[in-house]
């Protein structure tokens, strides 16, 4: 079954008629167990949803979804651009994504904040290197979906995940020692305990 690895609502994209696009990860497990992603682009009127061929074959799910956790706004831009001057370009039916919740978040939810250092001994990241994810938008989909997205990102993009979101108090940790199963546990323990305040 094809499924929606992530999608890139904060990168409308553009074309010089006006049309404007919301673009999506999409994959599906292959036979030999390896999965393989294409991109979909939903416009914002009513016409159908574009898709490009495959974009790339990985290892795991897990796989998958790094690679689309990297995706950026210009790569983007260019395989939709590519796509459409492709002759001619693969449709798809609008697909129906069912909601994660049956309505808005409560007056008062946790909003990520912006980066801001947290102690002498955690690391900053760098300007270029911003949070790979927002834990707390994956942790909606289950503390299972968080932890298996962490399992695949580095422990500096785990760092930067917990100064970005500020998900420490104070520089009692020591998080430059942590190998990345323990930067991952302590990160989906720091997200359950933040939303159950």
Do not use: H
Not at 28 to 34: I, L
Not at 67 to 95: D, F, H, I, K
Not at 168 to 197: C, P
Request: proline share 9%; net charge negative.
């Amino acid at each position: 079954m094809a499924v929606v690895i992530a999608i890139y609502d904060a990168f409308p994209l553009v074309l010089a008629d006006r049309r404007v696009y919301t673009a999506q990860a999409c994959g599906r497990e292959r036979e030999d167990g390896t999965w393989e992603g294409w991109l979909e682009f939903v416009p914002s009127d009513d016409s159908l949803v574009l898709r490009t061929q495959r974009e790339t074959t990985q290892a795991s799910r897990a796989d998958l979804e790094y690679w689309a956790g990297g995706l950026t706004p210009v790569y983007l831009q260019g395989a939709l651009e590519r796509m459409l001057t492709a002759s001619p370009p693969v449709r798809a039916e609008r697909p129906d994504i069912p909601a994660v919740y049956e309505g808005p978040a409560p007056t008062g939810a946790v909003t990520p904040l912006a980066p801001t250092p947290i102690g002498s001994t955690t690391p900053v990241p760098s300007a270029d290197l911003l949070p790979p994810l927002d834990p707390f938008a994956v942790y909606a989909q289950g503390e299972k979906a968080l932890a298996m997205k962490l399992a695949a990102l580095t422990p500096t993009e785990l760092r930067a995940i917990i100064v970005n979101y500020r998900l420490a108090d104070s520089a009692a940790y020591d998080f430059d020692t942590m190998s990345t199963a323990e930067l991952a546990v302590w990160i989906v323990g720091a997200v359950k305990a933040r939303l159950a305040a």
